[in-house]
């Protein structure tokens, strides 16, 4: 039992204090014993009101006597072999391509319409392109004969060559298709076991081709002799670009030339074709079987009107059949017999080309211009864009010069002596009836030639260059002089890439002395050639055309003379070296301009890489389509440029 104490008899209870107080006294306690072992605080301590204003007007840091036995920090410059790499951030895929000058980099997105790349990209070299349209693919067939001379394979490498470029200056991607393909089909070893090839070729072949157009999921299917002679524009091209198509087509106007449709209803037509009646008895229904080819071919003519819809007219596409070239180009037509099938198919390949040109001349009744801007002191600047706009505007060389393409009848033939107008502009145009030829140099070339100095040093740039020179020149004559430079290089850029505006424009860069994939931006051939006097000459069955006449100078601007020409020559082909220089000193040089010239950099950054991609794309799409008929290779056509006095 516990012991109950008491204190003058009364009861003591012993019990713990709460826990604040508890903190409390010990709180006291350590103060009272601080006070015992160091005593209180001196006087001396405690700093004066003149040690406290010394100290807020003249602050200083704390000694620190051992700074220097501090680790010292990595040298990042120096790699590391064994230790961990770093990432690198992603880059878009086929972006960068190689240069002379740095290598040109552009990255892909929706704010390209943004003044400077650099904030988008943070990245002073990389441009900001608008995202690359998908190419909807579009297809022929092509059927190679084993025992064909090679002149004559060749001649028909060439036609589709034609064929390929023509529609992809037209935004589609061509695919040339052959037996490989069809054999690939479920129903290919059904249609040989028929033995069409016996019947008639032409219906074998035609099998074929659907067989193989099956096989790649439908989409469009066009003849190697159907291409698109129209407008960027134009609805029939445009309908087919948006890969939309509701029902298995064809258009009554161009037979077989040309058939779209989805993937299901391209089967459903080959199953129903197949499961004829015809083609139960071969042997029967010979006679019947062969007269398939007519009209718009086997297919077709097995099928009812309900399983293939037939659009009645369309102007997009030139289709040079068999009946049209007898009818319409008779003297061409006798020419593509057996013996002479190389000869003829090179003159049909020939005049397809200028019906190609001719389509294109009669989209700009306006003509063609090229851009000037800061006129004095240029004229070896454009002397690249004047050549091509000359090969432009030429009559192209034809074996029937008076003739029309086939979706064209009533056409105006190229005629030498009332050429189409070619023009010297200062400024920009807005005018969608106008082809525009423009050549944007680097702000170092510009600034070498206008103010005509052989070098340029950083005292120049402070005191007599103006920044910005050329892009509000090029756009003065749209936006006045009120506009800042991010105005003036928005323009610029919507005139360059713009859906409505890079089908009406070229932007050839100064820097670049020679431009390749031309033939592949405009969809044919330019001239290569040009009569030797003003009236033209026939030559192997093929009308040549005299050269077009350069275009006049610019109002109020005297022609310049001949040694200045040369100097200017000389000028630009220094800058061209010191822009590519390694020098150290050349490379600040041309950076100080740069930064000098903020909206002329961007302009010309923009229309650089915007060239580059387009070769970039094009490239890789020849690399994988080289092994396939119509190719440069295999037509026996240089791959180095685009075929002119301007190429490679």
Not at 59 to 65: D, E, G, M, V, Y
Not at 200 to 210: F, G, I, K
Not at 292 to 309: C, E, F, Q, R, Y
Not at 481 to 505: C, I, M, R, W
Request: glycine content about 4%.
């Amino acid at each position: 039992m516990p012991v109950q104490r008491t204190f003058l008899g009364r009861p003591i209870r012993l019990q713990m204090p709460p826990r604040r107080f508890q903190l409390l006294f010990i709180f006291v306690g350590f103060f009272i014993y601080a006070l015992f072992v160091y005593g209180p605080p001196s006087s001396a301590d405690i700093p004066s009101y003149e040690q406290v204003s010394e100290a807020v007007k003249h602050p200083h840091l704390p000694n620190l006597p051992d700074i220097h036995k501090l680790p010292d920090l990595p040298d990042l410059s120096i790699p590391k072999v064994f230790g961990p790499s770093a990432h690198k951030p992603p880059v878009q895929p086929n972006s960068t391509t190689s240069s002379s000058y740095r290598a040109i980099e552009w990255f892909a997105d929706f704010k390209w319409r943004n003044p400077f790349s650099s904030t988008i990209t943070l990245d002073e070299n990389r441009a900001v392109l608008p995202p690359l349209k998908r190419r909807p693919p579009i297809y022929t067939y092509y059927d190679a004969r084993g025992k064909e001379d090679k002149e004559v394979s060749e001649a028909e490498n060439r036609l589709i060559l034609a064929w390929r470029r023509a529609w992809w200056a037209q935004g589609f991607q061509p695919q040339v298709l052959s037996r490989d393909e069809a054999q690939k089909h479920p129903q290919y070893e059904l249609v040989q076991r028929m033995r069409l090839g016996k019947i008639d070729p032409r219906v074998e072949l035609e099998m074929m081709r659907w067989l193989a157009w099956g096989h790649m999921r439908g989409g469009i299917l066009t003849n190697w002799l159907a291409l698109p002679m129209a407008k960027y524009d134009n609805p029939m091209l445009s309908f087919l670009r948006r890969q939309e198509y509701p029902f298995l087509s064809r258009i009554e106007s161009l037979q077989n030339g040309v058939f779209f449709g989805e993937a299901a209803a391209v089967e459903e037509a080959i199953k129903k074709a197949i499961g004829s009646e015809l083609f139960k008895n071969t042997t029967a229904n010979k006679d019947k079987i062969a007269a398939l080819k007519n009209d718009a071919g086997a297919i077709v003519n097995l099928l009812t009107k309900d399983d293939i819809a037939v659009d009645s007219k369309a102007n997009g596409v030139a289709y040079y059949s068999t009946s049209t070239i007898n009818s319409a180009y008779k003297s061409l037509g006798d020419k593509l017999g057996d013996k002479a099938k190389a000869e003829g198919l090179d003159l049909l390949a020939t005049l397809i080309n200028s019906h190609l040109h001719l389509t294109f001349q009669t989209l700009f009744p306006d003509g063609l211009a090229v851009v000037k801007p800061l006129p004095e002191h240029t004229t070896a600047l454009m002397d690249e864009a004047i050549e091509i706009a000359r090969n432009l505007t030429q009559c192209a060389a034809s074996p029937l010069p008076k003739s029309c393409p086939p979706n064209l009848p009533k056409c105006s033939p190229c005629d030498p002596a009332k050429p189409l107008k070619l023009e010297l502009i200062p400024s920009l145009k807005n005018v969608s009836a106008l082809y525009t030829v423009g050549t944007v140099p680097h702000p170092y070339t510009l600034n070498s030639l206008h103010y005509m100095r052989d070098s340029i040093d950083a005292e120049f740039l402070r005191r007599e260059a103006h920044r910005d020179m050329w892009i509000s020149a090029l756009t003065k004559g749209s936006l006045g002089e009120q506009h800042s430079g991010a105005d003036h290089v928005l323009y610029f850029k919507e005139a360059v890439a713009s859906p409505t505006s890079v089908s009406n424009s070229l932007w050839l860069t100064a820097e670049r002395p020679t431009q390749a994939d031309l033939d592949w931006v405009f969809g044919f051939n330019l001239p290569q050639k040009a009569s030797t006097n003003d009236e033209p000459t026939s030559k192997s069955g093929i009308t040549i055309f005299p050269r077009a006449k350069p275009p006049k100078p610019l109002e109020g601007v005297k022609p310049q003379e001949e040694k200045w020409l040369r100097t200017e020559e000389d000028r630009l082909k220094k800058a061209r070296q010191a822009i590519k220089s390694t020098d150290k000193n050349y490379q600040s040089v041309v950076a100080m301009v740069e930064q000098w010239n903020l909206a002329d950099t961007e302009a010309w950054k923009f229309s650089r890489a915007f060239s580059a991609r387009r070769r970039v794309e094009r490239k890789k799409w020849e690399e994988e389509e080289q092994k396939y008929a119509g190719s440069e290779k295999k037509s026996g056509v240089q791959t180095a440029g685009g075929g002119s006095r301007w190429s490679d």
